[in-house]
Structure formats: structure tokens, C-alpha cells
């Protein structure tokens, strides 16, 4: 059954072809960044707040974050677990996600397991999420044990979403890690996104206008940054971004 945010993010890909979604690690900010950092966020044109890393471990710190960025904005705030410590029951969704090129079979289906409980509990909506690290992978890739899809290996790529939407998972995301030094090639995501007939997610390293078009000029329909919100100096950094995403119907 599709949730009230999942309708939101369909709709929204629906009518705007591409949209953007910022990630916050709550490990590299405190709740009063986190909530600056949503607001000029929103301000710029952002569709979702996703908040989740790679490390994270003080669910009280998390709750924290996660208050108050939704006293902030008005737009959802989707959980995006690196394990079970990640669950939250202030977020209004989860990316209820399986590593799908994992090589350890707690990040395939054990954590999931372990938090499925919690996300009933907690009243959560989960949306299912085949996630995939490609290229270098960044601190994702290690701490998930993930052998990464080679950026030349596009058809390996295809292969995994596809068997990740054959699974039911109803969102496909191309992650090519925190502080990735290049992006998902648009080439690769032309050729998932012409394999699979759900959103397709990318992010890692997209600092630019130019890499943002290129990707959803490629079929990203959700285009994730996180580090850039959290490093740069230039508030304007996200909403050329966002302009980028939003150019390509020009």
C-alpha cells in the first residue's frame, strides 16, 4: 500500500519529471545546523528532507535532529538508516532499504529484520528501497561491505535494479557515495533507468549545476546531495543545483 509520503514523492516526479532531496548526517550537525541547513533547504526548492549516515549511532542525538528540523519545515523527513540505530519515530518515513550488492547478508536482509518490528511500532511509513553502491562507494560502501558496480560496468548496474524491482522494492537509488570524487555516469543512469519502470534515486557526488541536469537529463528522478549542504560556504550552492534539476524542462 502506498503511503502518504510515497504518493508525495510519486506526484511530485509525476508533474516535475526530477526533483531534489537534501540528506543531513545527523552525526556532522547539531540540531540547530541541522534545522538552518533544512530551512535554507526548503527555501531553495528542496522536495524532502532525508536524514541518515554512514557511522551514526546515538539514537538520542537523532531523535534530536530530527524534532527539530520538522518544528523548521513542512516538507517530509524520511529516515535513510544505515542500521537499526537509524530508526526514529519523529521521522514521517523510511527508506526501508536492502543493500542489494552487499556481500554480508546482515545488510541484505538481517537489519531489516531487526527493524521491522520498530517501524510497526513507531507507525512509520516504510517505502522499499533497492540501494545499490556504485564507483568508489565512499564510508557507505565499506561499512555496508558492498562490492561496488564499476562506473564502466552500466548493464551490471541495470541488472541489480532490476532484480531489486522484481523483489517489490518500489524506488531504486544509485549511490555513489558521501564525498564521492565524481558522480553516477549519466550513461549508467540512462541505462538503469531505461531497465526499470520505478523512481530512480542517485546520488553521490553531484556538486554542480552542469552534473545535476546531466543527471536528471539522464532519468534520475530524485537527485540527493548531502555533503555539499553540509560543507559549503555559498547558500546558493543548493539552489543552483536545484535550478540545474529543473532546467531540464526547459
Do not use: C
Not at 7 to 20: M, Q, W
Not at 213 to 235: F, H, Y
Amino acid at each position: 500500500m502506498v503511503g502518504l509520503v510515497e504518493k508525495y514523492l510519486l506526484d511530485k516526479t509525476e508533474s516535475e519529471g526530477a526533483i531534489h532531496a537534501t540528506l543531513i548526517d545527523p552525526e556532522k550537525v547539531t540540531p540547530a545546523q541541522a534545522s538552518r541547513i533544512a530551512d535554507k533547504a526548503k527555501l531553495s526548492g528542496t522536495s524532502a528532507i532525508m536524514i541518515g549516515g554512514s557511522t551514526f549511532a546515538s539514537t538520542t542525538h537523532l531523535d534530536s535532529v530530527i524534532k527539530t528540523v520538522k518544528r523548521t519545515v513542512k516538507i517530509p523527513v524520511i529516515l535513510f538508516p544505515n542500521n537499526v540505530t537509524g530508526i526514529s519515530r519523529h521521522a514521517d518515513a523510511i527508506w526501508f532499504m536492502s543493500l542489494l550488492n552487499s556481500v554480508d547478508p546482515y545488510f541484505l536482509m538481517g537489519a531489516q529484520i531487526l527493524g521491522a518490528p520498530l517501524v510497526k511500532k513507531y507507525n512509520l511509513e516504510p517505502i522499499p528501497l533497492g540501494y545499490i553502491i556504485i564507483g568508489d562507494g565512499g564510508t557507505a560502501g565499506v561499512v555496508g561491505k558492498a562490492v561496488p558496480v564499476p562506473y564502466d560496468k552500466p548493464k551490471l548496474a541495470a541488472a541489480h535494479a532490476l532484480a531489486g524491482q522484481y523483489l517489490g522494492m518500489r524506488f531504486i537509488y544509485l549511490e555513489a557515495g558521501s564525498g564521492a570524487k565524481k558522480p553516477v555516469p549519466p550513461e549508467m543512469i540512462r541505462i538503469v533507468k531505461s531497465a526499470i519502470d520505478v523512481p530512480l534515486i542517485v546520488g553521490g557526488g553531484i556538486k554542480s549545476r552542469m552534473q545535476a541536469l546531466a543527471a536528471a537529463s539522464a532519468g534520475a528522478n530524485i537527485i540527493v546531495t548531502g555533503n555539499i549542504v553540509e560543507e559549503t560556504k555559498d547558500r546558493h550552492k543548493v539552489s543552483e543545483i536545484i535550478k540545474g534539476i529543473r532546467s531540464r524542462k526547459a
